[in-house]
Structure formats: C-alpha cells, structure tokens
C-alpha cells in the first residue's frame, strides 16, 4: 500500500512538471534554490527543456506587419484575424505599431474581446519574449525603445483594458528565461510598480479608506463600490457570440467582493521571491524600492507572518550571507502595518536592528539574557500565564488560530534575523553561528533553576521545530557530550544492568524527548 501511495504521488508529481500549460518550466535561478531532493525529481523527471524566448517571434512579426501594411480594408483585418486565428502574435503586432505609431489599430477590441483566458495567455507569454527579443536587438537605444514598450504595455492594461494586470505580472515572473533575460522582464516588472504608476496610485486610494478590518467596519460596501467606480474593472467572462445581442457585443459582470489590489497580494509574494533568487545586484535595489511603495497593502495579506517566516526558512542561507539589509526591509514592511501589531510581541533590541539604515553597521550581537527572555516569553504564551497580551487581537480573522502559533512564529523569525559578523559573512560560519545560537537556548533551558524544566523543555523543542535544522544541530552537539562524559552515568549494586543518570542527563533526556516529539 505505501508503495502504492509513494508511485501515485510521483506521478501526480510527474504530469503536473511536464503539463503542456503547467508553471513547472523552473528557471535556472529559481532551480538552484530547490531543496536537492526536489531539484532532482525536477531534472529526471522533466522533458527536454524549453529554451525562452522563441526568436522566431520577431521574424514573425516583422512578416505579419508587412502583411497589414499592403492589406487596404481594415474592417477585413478584423475578419482577417478572427478567422484564421493569427492570434498567437497579434499581440506583439499591437505592440509594435503602437511602439512605431504611438496609435492603437480601431480593430484592436474587435480581435481580443474574444479571446479566450487560454489563449489570452498564451498571447501575453509571446508578448513578453517579443519585449525581451526587441530590448536585446536594440542595444545602442535600449533604453528609448524600453521605455515606450513599458508605456505601451502600460496602455495595453490600464486604458484599453486588454489583459488583467495581475495576469501579466504573474507571467512576468513565472516566465522561464536565463539570468539576462529576465533582468530584462523584471525590469519590466519594476517600471510598472514602481511608485509613480497607476497601479501605485490605485494602492494608495485603496489603504487610505478602505480597513484592513472589514469585519469592523460598517460601510465596507460603500468603500468598495466607491473604489470600482473610480477603477472600474473590465471583465469579459465569455465570448461575443454567446452573449447575443446586447449593443455592444459585450457584457460585464460586476465584482462584489474583491479588487485588483487584493487580487494582487499572492502576485506580489511570488514577484519578491523571484528578486531574492535573481543574481544582479540591481534586483536588491528594485526589490526595496517595491517593498518601500507596497508596504501598507501587507496589512491586507491573508498570512503575512507565515509568509515571512516561510521566506526567511526558505532562503535561509542567502538572506544570511548576502541580503542582510534587503532582509530588515522585507520584515519590517510586512509586519509595520498589521492591525495584530506583532511588533509589539517583537524585542527592543530586534526592532532596533530592523530599524537601522543600510549604511549603519551591524554589530548585535544578543547576550545570553536575550535568548533567556525570549524562551521566557515563550513560555509564558505557552501556560497562558504573565505573558503578552493579545486581547486586541480577533482571531477568528487572523492567520493563527491562537497565540502559541502567533508568538512561535514571531520568535523563529526573530532569530533567523540574528545577523552573521560583518567579517564573516559566508555560507560556511553561517552553520557555526546558527550552532552557536542553538547551543545559547539549550543551555539557557539546561542551566535553570527554577523548577520548571519540562515546560521549558517543552517550548524550546516547539521552538526549534519551527527552525532550520541548522539550529537543532545544538541538540545533537550536547546528546554526543553528555554520552562521552562518564560521570553522567554510574551502575547501582544489585541492579544488574541498572544506570541512574545525574541531573544533566536527567534534563538533556527531557529535552531530547522534547526535541524528537515536536
């Protein structure tokens, strides 16, 4: 039956990589941050590789256009691509005459209203080669010609309403290009949120009056119509011919519940993933000036916290060793603007060090008495007792369910925050120092007096389960020193095989249970 199990799941696995529309095309930075084990399955278990962008697209186009320019009828051009579905292109059509011309063709809307989301897709995937082939052959005027593809595109989303917003970014990000190319599409992606946009500026009407509390607030409808009809937001949600004849040959279902910018929320995440993964430096810059413009729309994500800690796990070693500004940036902006205010659960001395600039030097380095107050707190959320008061917090919405979820994840971030020496930022002092820290907890735990060394036992194996398994190397360190000191065990006359074991190893055996339970 396990084995069973074990070949349903890799081939679930297997159709989903290799699915002809799936978003398991990797690219190469994104590949090297897969746990080994996944990267392997990945690259056994995947067809011959799809090399992004297609440079036949341009030769494409450039026919296609010769083609429009001799055609005399533009009503017949509609008819044309309607008919014999030259629709995979007409895109990147669109964007070179607008490019050229700086004019969109009147039989635009005639041609894509009917798309379907398929294929629609598929257009915006050409599109986004075509913009990367075209900055790359025009390498002496790069720029110019960028910064009207960015206007066009902008166009394209925004007053011709041709592609959902959140669709385009989402392809943007997830498209499989080599290193230099997709600076160029994350170039793209930068110049359409950056803080002068319009998308920026639909953000910021939205937080300014609508409440990350919508439970609480008595007019949300108000603030939501209100919102669409300033933005209105165009949805064809079928094609013409089924619609019959309604005047316009096009009907909008209007939208209830959400918005571009909530919808935006899960884009967003992916898109800072894919800025850590990417090597050029000037990702890191494009990567704060973002976190910097989008900060107040977190306070509407549905897990921030949890994202931040899966992040922080996820790239653990990178954000460590290379990102330790860009990291502060990334956990102060998700968490300033939360009505649960977790920086209020947060220490002095951690928030003064998201606080600091980028040019400030970093030397914290916690004493003993931070890790002691930190396993305390912990604790003391775990009994229910003289802990921090989460009275203003209504967890029937939010992301935990209680606060020994909340406070866990709050702590786990705090410590993979703790930052490496200046002098030694490397991979290979980053499991030493994570060592360290580990074995500071574990002798804190082990060194108490208070009487109250199961419950803390307790708290500290939660807590390093919520850790990378570089902190919990500490435990084994001690289990191997505790078992090399003799003077840990004697025998006992008359008790064949009997050992009693002294304090220490008493407690280590209690944390070691602690530790493999959790």
């Known amino acids: 039956m396990v084995a069973y199990n074990c070949i349903f799941h890799v081939d679930i696995l297997s159709s989903g990589i290799n699915a002809e529309y799936g978003v398991c095309e990797w690219s190469p930075y994104t590949l090297h941050h897969f746990p080994p084990s996944f990267l392997t399955f990945c690259t056994s278990t995947s067809e011959q590789p799809v090399v992004y962008p297609n440079k036949n697209i341009a030769m494409m186009v450039t026919e296609e256009i010769n083609r429009l320019n001799q055609a005399g009828n533009k009503h017949d051009l509609a008819k044309y691509y309607k008919e014999n579905d030259v629709n995979e292109i007409f895109l990147c059509i669109l964007l070179r005459k607008v490019v ?107 937080v300014q009056h609508a409440s990350p509390d919508f439970w609480r607030s008595i007019d949300w409808a108000h603030v939501h119509t209100a919102y669409h009809n300033k933005f209105s937001e165009h949805q064809y949600w079928m094609k013409k011919e089924n619609l019959g004849d309604r005047g316009t040959g096009t009907f909008c279902l209007p939208t209830y519940y959400s918005n571009l910018c909530l919808r935006f ?73 939360l009505t649960c205010k977790p920086m209020e659960f947060l220490s002095p001395q951690f928030i003064k060090y998201l606080n600091a600039g980028e040019n400030d030097t970093q030397n914290w380095s916690p004493s003993p008495g931070y890790f002691l107050e930190l396993v305390n707190n912990m604790n003391d959320v775990i009994k229910s007792g003289n802990g921090p008061d989460f ?128």
């Not at 041709?162 to 290193?179: H, N, Q, W």
């Not at 910097?292 to 549905?302: G, I, M, P, T, W």
């Not at 994570?434 to 803390?456: A, D």
């Open 100 to 206: 050229d011309s700086d004019a969109l063709p009147n039989y635009a809307s005639k041609v894509t209203q009917n798309w379907t989301p398929a294929q629609l897709k598929n257009q915006i995937r050409n599109m986004i080669d075509f913009i990367v082939l075209e900055v790359k052959n025009n390498k002496g005027t790069s720029q110019n010609v960028f910064n009207k593809i960015a206007n066009a595109v902008n166009d394209f989303v925004f007053r011709h309403h041709m592609m959902p917003f959140d669709t385009l970014i989402f392809i943007l990000a997830l498209r499989k290009y080599s290193d230099q190319d997709a600076n160029i599409s994350f170039y793209l992606i930068h110049n359409l949120l950056s803080s002068k946009t319009q998308f920026s500026g639909r953000v910021s009407d939205f």
């Open 265 to 337: 929320l899960p884009i967003l995440d992916i898109v800072i993933h894919r800025l850590i993964e990417l090597p050029p430096k000037n990702c890191r810059k494009w990567l704060v000036e973002i976190l910097r413009v989008y900060s107040r729309l977190f306070a509407y994500h549905d897990f921030p916290i949890t994202y931040i800690h899966d992040t922080l796990f996820y790239y653990d070693v990178l954000l460590a060793t290379e990102f330790d500004f860009e990291k502060r940036v990334l956990v102060r902006s998700y968490l300033d603007h």
């Open 391 to 518: 009275s203003h917090i209504d967890w029937r919405f939010n992301e935990f369910g209680n606060p020994v979820c909340m406070m866990l994840y709050l702590v786990s971030i705090e410590l993979m925050c703790i930052p490496l020496p200046a002098t030694k930022m490397s991979p290979d002092y980053l499991l030493e120092h994570r060592i360290q820290i580990g074995s500071k907890l574990v002798n804190i735990v082990l060194s108490n007096t208070t009487g109250h060394m199961p419950e803390l036992c307790n708290t500290l194996g939660i807590l390093f389960s919520a850790l990378p398994a570089s902190f919990s190397k500490a435990v084994y360190k001690k289990i191997a020193e505790v078992l090399r000191d003799e003077s840990n065990f004697y025998e006992v006359e008359g008790n064949v095989g009997g050992v009693l074991w002294n304090n220490k190893a008493q407690n280590v055996l209690i944390l070691v249970h602690s530790f493999f339970q959790h």
